[in-house]
């Protein structure tokens, strides 16, 4: 019932004409991500202000910055739920810009997991999981298959047939994690997954699953663009670390460029210490 009512939807979505589409999404770009000189204003703020960024294939990325510093902000200009007169053509993922690629391909290449994802209809698991394969066509026995691998994946296998409203925010959050590994099932090397604050919700161990998780994806050549608070997980997990503040990227680098005493205080107002872990010799951040 759930599957018809996706091709019906899609059935719907009109399409375009656009002579700019790319024909060929093949890339030879290393870059999976790259942002130009992006900026972003409502009302005569300064969400975003000349950003620049580039994330390769197989890097884990994470953007860090206090409360209202223009991470979500940046991750929504990337995947196109903000958008200016320019903000498309500053964006270029595997080589070419957002308004270049068809919507079908793009989803195939290009999942999101936002903050908040809101869903009150009673769908099972499975059938929250399936939207990933929106974009994919794929017969029945293939989908399930596809939806079953991504649960086991992030632990929620055995939810399969509850449904969804009735489960934890944590347990949320797993499920939509399935959706968008279902979608980006057949990318390959040229898959792009932004993440807002995937653990937020998470216990412990299950915070450290799911970056270790998107640490594997990042193994396997998909890059990994992920908004984070713990300043501790991000240095663990990521290869590449962005710091915001005001709407700007005041630091980037590896996490050992990044997070000295200094900038992590300036940028947060608020003293720390830094010392290297004493088994990863990843830095620690201690307050």
Known sequence: MLQSW???????????????????????????????????????????????????????????????????????????????????????????????????????????????????????????????????????????????????QTGVAHLAERAYPTLSGGEKQRVHLARVLTQLAHAGRQGLLLLDEPTSALDLAQQHKVLRLCRKLAQQGVAIVVVLHDLNLAAQYSDQIVLMNNGKIVASGTPTEVMTADTVSATYGWPVKVVPHPELSHPVVMS
């Open 6 to 152: 996706y091709q019906k939807w899609l059935g719907k979505t009109p399409a375009t004409h656009n002579d700019n589409l790319i024909t060929n999404i093949n890339s030879t770009s290393e870059l999976a991500l790259e942002v130009r000189n992006l900026s972003f204003s409502i009302a005569e703020k300064d969400l975003v202000q000349q950003a620049n960024l580039t994330v390769k294939q197989g890097q884990f990325t994470a953007l860090l910055g206090p409360n209202g510093a223009g991470k979500s902000s940046l991750l929504k200009l990337i995947c196109g739920d903000l958008t200016s007169a320019q903000s498309s053509q500053k964006v270029k993922i595997f080589g070419h810009s957002r308004q270049q690629w068809p919507a079908r391909e793009l989803a195939q290449h290009l999942a999101v997991l936002p903050q908040h994802s809101q869903l009150s209809f009673a769908f099972s698991v499975t059938e929250v999981v399936s939207l990933g394969a929106l974009s994919l066509a794929l017969p029945q026995n293939a989908l399930l298959q596809l939806v079953h691998q991504s649960m086991q």
